[in-house]
């Protein structure tokens, strides 16, 4: 959205990269294997289709540019991604979220449920850290698709008003496909909780302004801080998480798309449940400036519900 174009110059990016904390992800994201097909997160091997609706797939270019401002999300998590996540034993997951418990559970979404747990970080003299373990339903609305785009998605974004994706995990057994990832825990949950949800006290105005630019900011890095345009197409408060400090942090990025190269203007999509605009749900073209009703309806949420008197 370049409207939020002045949130980048007032802050800018934000952040660098992240310090490695494992090699092994670059071997096991390029030889991972399911039960039926072979997946890498090379480019070639993420559809190119401009129909296709792939959340790391790239449509055709048609930019007569250099080839270094071309490069795919996949090239990119090739370049700088392998070395900042950490690959995970499905075992140390289970036992960090006492075998994905009831207890443990924060919520369920449409990739799956949401567990915490405490992990070791890989300093064996630091003390354990909580994290956020999203567990893939291989019976719900997404996938094995989603799961690659996010970790390709995050592995390679980095912003304060993004939520940090600390690893994942990918196995395949005799009990089918196991897909996990690992975040950052929010302790204070998501926006949709303090919005809808008697037992938070009513958040404040000024409080609801600083979660609503934190948001804004995110978006704008992700329209205009990049090399490439990310459109994130699932903005809604549930995916608004905020830490210790209220500070809001995007999240869920399955469903997200790289924007037009230089050269198209707008990339093609299925129709998702969004509230897109008539035009953009007519035509089945979504631009990085494309206007969903989901941003509407997250602002009139965000000062709505449960007012401070």
């Known amino acids: 959205m370049s409207c939020l174009g002045w949130l980048n110059r007032r802050k800018g990016s934000g952040s660098g990269r992240r310090g490695s904390s494992a090699s092994a992800p670059a071997t096991t994201m390029t030889t991972m294997t399911t039960t039926t097909t072979t997946t890498t997160t090379t480019g070639s091997a993420v559809s190119t289709s401009r129909s296709d609706d792939s959340g790391a797939g790239r449509p055709t270019s048609k930019s007569t540019g250099s080839a270094s401002s071309q490069r795919s999300i996949s090239s990119l998590y090739e ?81 304060p008003n993004l939520v940090k994706l600390l690893g994942y995990c990918a196995v395949d057994g005799e009990r089918g496909a196991q897909r996990l990832l690992v975040y950052e825990y929010m302790p204070n949950k998501s926006l949709e909780d303090h919005l809808f949800s008697r037992i938070h006290p009513a958040l404040s105005w ?92 997250f602002h009139q949420d965000s000062v709505g519900p449960r007012l401070p008197l």
């Open 206 to 297: 000024n409080r609801r302004l600083q979660i609503i630019l934190g948001a804004a900011e995110g978006l704008a890095y992700l329209h205009e801080g990049l090399e490439l345009q990310v459109i994130y197409r699932d903005f809604k408060a549930s995916n608004v998480l905020l830490d210790k400090d209220f500070q809001a942090k995007l999240s869920d990025f399955g469903l997200a798309r790289e924007g037009p190269t230089e050269g198209n203007t707008h990339v093609s999509t299925a129709v998702r449940r969004h509230l897109f605009d008539p035009d953009t749900k007519r035509n089945l073209k979504l631009h990085a400036t494309t206007f969903c009703l989901d941003h509407l309806a």
């Open 79 to 159: 370049e700088r991604g392998h070395g900042q996540l950490r690959a995970f034993e499905y075992d140390d997951l289970r036992a960090a979220t006492n075998d994905f418990g009831r207890a443990q559970k924060l919520g369920e979404g449409g990739f799956g449920g949401v567990y915490k747990g405490f992990v070791r970080p890989l300093d064996p003299r630091a003390d354990r850290i909580a994290v956020a373990v999203k567990r893939l339903n291989t019976r719900g609305l997404q996938g094995h698709k989603q799961w690659l785009a996010e970790v390709q998605f995050l592995g390679v974004l980095e912003h």
